[in-house]
């Protein structure tokens, strides 16, 4: 296998403080280890779960066996607690274990906004510049919010400020993260990423 690169993309101004992290881990493996990879996943994923700090974990699989590279985004409340799984012992072991598995790994983080605009085949470059980042966000959040306030706008004022808040502010972030940005990043890919 070859050896395992990592590197470490951090927002500017975040250096000095424990933000919110997701690690990102690309790997291609060998073809005909699929299952064997699959029982793999479900064991570090098992024992991730048990770190202090973790929020959740996505599983992207390949579309196809000849893509063959599938990404794992596991989510941390603050980027030490991320370090301390990543420094474990048990973290060690089951990268020990998938070594026989894959044919290259990829392992990084993200904090911010950049989990948004990522791609599975883009797994280890950076971000898009920021005002990209800002451009493509705008045009999924202006709609979005139109729409919302459109078709529920009523019902919500009915509701208490902090409690409309909180409903209008749940449903953004998570139709953002799972349903809007992944297809407005592949929209845009070819402004994100002009050089492929």
């Not at 951090?10 to 933000?19: F, H, K, L």
């Not at 026989?100 to 911010?112: A, D, I, S």
């Amino acid at each position: 296998m070859d050896e395992m690169h990592e590197y470490v993309e951090r927002s500017e101004g975040q250096r000095g403080e424990d933000p919110p992290v997701t690690g990102v881990a690309s790997r291609r493996v060998e073809p005909g280890r699929e299952e064997e990879f699959e029982d793999w996943v479900s064991g570090i994923l098992g024992a991730v779960k048990g770190f202090p700090g973790y929020l959740g974990s996505d599983v992207l699989r390949p579309k196809s066996a000849e893509e063959g590279e599938y990404r794992i985004l596991y989510r941390f409340d603050h980027t030490s607690n991320l370090e301390r799984w990543e420094e474990s012992e048990e973290r060690r072991r089951w990268l020990d274990r998938a070594e026989p598995l894959v044919q290259e790994q990829t392992v990084g983080r993200l904090t911010g906004l950049e989990t948004w605009f990522t791609l599975p085949a883009k797994a280890g470059q950076p971000a898009p510049p920021r005002y990209k980042m800002a451009v493509v966000t705008w045009l999924a959040v202006f709609p979005t919010v139109l729409i919302i306030f459109t078709l529920f706008g009523p019902l919500l004022n009915l509701l208490p400020t902090v409690l409309r808040t909180l409903l209008f502010t749940l449903t953004m972030v998570t139709l953002m993260t799972y349903l809007i940005m992944p297809r407005m990043t592949r929209l845009f890919s070819f402004w994100l990423y002009p050089d492929d």
